[in-house]
């Protein structure tokens, strides 16, 4: 590790879908149903096992240096807006509302990890991790991937091993 990466403070980064709110296990139907549905049934999309109790440790951890970056449309992110309040997100981890940000497109999240100075970034989708490269110190693939991952990221199954990864990069 170099001298400028030890000086970096830590920042975090975090997808939303398939990494916090987990719409293929709704019970009603999978993603479908948090895109779709009426009302009741995208509150009803489950959140990831074990990602607010993990996140609210590492909202603490990083003294709230901690940003949710999603990509998505207007209707996704109103939706994904309801769904955090509904689900007391906010409250459950230290995480300020202000802290949500959404971007049209996967390589659009560059923009953000560079604007944040962020330092790790946990996302499920491998093209975000080749658009992030290079501008984020520790890259977290989430969940199943169908490739390998590359060598410059971390395979993170669940939200223990993706908390476990984290802070064992600041513990050095």
């Known amino acids: 590790m170099g001298d400028e990466e030890q000086r970096r403070t830590p920042r975090l980064g975090i997808d939303i879908g398939r990494v916090i709110i987990n719409g293929s296990a709704h019970p009603n139907g999978g993603d479908t149903a948090f895109f779709q549905g009426d009302d009741a049934t995208m509150l009803a999309t489950p959140e990831m096992d074990g990602a607010v109790p993990a996140?609210?440790?590492?909202?603490?951890?990083?003294?709230?240096?901690?940003?949710?970056?999603?990509?998505c449309g207007p209707v996704v992110q109103e939706r994904t807006l309801r769904w955090l309040d509904s689900h007391d997100f906010y409250r459950r981890t230290g995480l300020a509302p202000s802290s949500v940000f959404f971007c049209r497109t996967r390589p659009d999240k560059r923009h953000y990890c560079e604007q944040l100075a962020l330092t790790h970034f946990v996302d499920d989708h491998p093209e975000v991790h080749a658009h992030i490269r290079g501008a984020v110190d520790h890259q977290y693939f989430f969940g199943p991937q169908v490739a390998g991952v590359p060598s410059y990221g971390r395979h993170v199954l669940t939200w223990a091993e993706a908390e476990a990864e984290i802070l064992a990069t600041l513990a050095v």
Do not use: E, P, Y
């Not at 609210?56 to 003294?63: G, I, N, P, T, W």
């Open 55 to 71: 996140i609210a440790r590492l909202v603490a951890r990083f003294d709230g240096r901690v940003w949710l970056i999603s990509t």
